[in-house]
């Protein structure tokens, strides 16, 4: 592990160094705060050893400072106390020190105090580790929430909200910020709030929950939404809050609704078709029922369109001229063209 040693005593550095380096340490050492701060600035160091009494800049200061860089909160720091330096050992915590030594340093304590140093530095790292983890799980949740279709509402152990995406927001037709501390019946409608306690009670048991839920907008309207919600829990098995994915049904019911009305529609004509169709049926079957009791009728109705069938042809051909009347006129028109002619000559 590299380990940073700020000691103006060249005794006190060179027995911290010898202790340090036989443990496996990386061991840089300086002689003042000034000098340590430009080396972290270059190399980051996860375990400091600091002389409270330094030149210029004590070692109570360079804690404040270590503290307020970027990645200070991953240092585990070792003061090393005087006589009399501080007045109040509270002050070297309150600092940000994770522990402290008194001077001169004995060789046996300082072993024992160094084992129990590297075990708190164990678990120290682990839990930054962890929170490091958790942190960019976090943020990885959040960014799957920002881009959701659906509604996300990040609910504590009490169903009051913790966080919500602009999609919940959406839906309940009011902002992010409004929606800060709100209890979920805040926007439920009266009749959902039963249902909204079932949902509370199955969740604290620990179970998933897929139904429908009428929920409450802000200018007071209702929409009908599918809610998937999940329970969260501790480690220790304890219900911690709840995630619920909420989808607008809206615009689905309305689609729904259009879609029935036209099957009605069409159902309505089909029925009116059909009863057209088996009225127009039953009046074939009769009259082809009546034709096959008295053929004759039909005989008698045949006949009487052939005649009217032949008296009007002969009354067509009575119209038109006889072979004859069509010879002698055309015997007309040739004496009177010839006359004409004679004329036009003389």
């Known amino acids: 592990?590299?380990?940073?040693?700020?000691?103006?005593?060249?005794?006190?550095?060179?027995?911290?160094?010898?202790?340090?380096?036989?443990?496996?340490?990386?061991?840089?050492?300086?002689?003042?705060?000034?000098?340590?701060?430009?080396?972290?600035?270059?190399?980051?160091?996860?375990?400091?050893?600091?002389?409270?009494?330094?030149?210029?800049m004590d070692g109570l200061q360079f804690c404040k400072w270590m503290r307020a860089q970027p990645n200070g909160d991953n240092v585990f720091i070792i003061v090393a106390t005087s006589s009399g330096q501080p007045d109040d050992l509270g002050e070297v915590l309150n600092v940000g020190a994770n522990d402290y030594l008194a001077k001169p340093y004995d060789v046996g304590a300082l072993a024992l105090r160094l084992t129990i140093a590297e075990t708190q530095m164990k678990q120290f790292f682990e839990r930054k580790e962890?929170?490091?983890?958790?942190?960019?799980?976090?943020?990885?949740?959040?960014?799957v929430v920002r881009a959701a279709n659906e509604g996300a509402w990040l609910l504590d152990a009490r169903f009051r909200t913790e966080s919500a995406n602009p999609q919940m927001a959406a839906i309940l037709g009011c902002t992010v910020e409004e929606l800060a501390n709100r209890a979920v019946t805040d926007y439920l409608s009266p009749a959902a709030r039963r249902d909204a306690e079932q949902v509370f009670a199955q969740q604290r048991d620990g179970r998933e929950v897929k139904q429908e839920l009428r929920f409450r907008r802000k200018d007071g309207s209702e929409c009908l939404a599918f809610l998937s919600a999940?329970?969260?829990?501790?480690?220790?098995?304890?219900?911690?809050?709840?995630?619920?994915?909420?989808?607008?049904?809206?615009?689905?019911?309305?689609?729904?609704?259009?879609?029935?009305?036209?099957?009605?529609?069409?159902?309505?004509?089909?029925?009116?078709?059909?009863?057209?169709?088996?009225?127009?049926?039953?009046?074939?079957?009769?009259?082809?029922?009546?034709?096959?009791?008295?053929?004759?009728?039909?005989?008698?109705?045949?006949?009487?369109?052939?005649?009217?069938?032949?008296?009007?042809?002969?009354?067509?051909?009575?119209?038109?001229?006889?072979?004859?009347?069509r010879r002698g006129g055309v015997a007309k028109a040739s004496q009177g063209a010839g006359r004409a002619d004679r004329a036009a000559e003389g």
């Not at 962890?130 to 960014?143: D, K, M, N, Y």
């Open 1 to 56: 592990m590299k380990t940073l040693i700020v000691e103006d005593d060249m005794m006190s550095q060179c027995l911290l160094a010898k202790v340090l380096t036989e443990r496996g340490h990386e061991v840089v050492s300086y002689e003042n705060a000034e000098q340590a701060i430009l080396a972290y600035q270059k190399q980051f160091y996860p375990l400091l050893f600091v002389d409270v009494g330094l030149p210029g």
């Open 130 to 143: 962890l929170e490091q983890t958790l942190r960019a799980s976090q943020e990885s949740f959040h960014r």
């Open 230 to 325: 999940a329970p969260l829990r501790a480690p220790s098995g304890e219900f911690t809050g709840s995630l619920w994915m909420v989808a607008d049904l809206t615009g689905r019911k309305s689609l729904e609704t259009e879609l029935t009305d036209t099957r009605k529609k069409f159902q309505a004509q089909i029925r009116d078709l059909t009863a057209d169709l088996n009225k127009s049926s039953k009046l074939l079957q009769t009259e082809s029922g009546a034709a096959r009791q008295d053929p004759r009728r039909t005989g008698r109705a045949r006949r009487g369109n052939h005649r009217r069938i032949e008296q009007g042809k002969r009354s067509v051909a009575s119209r038109e001229p006889s072979p004859q009347r």
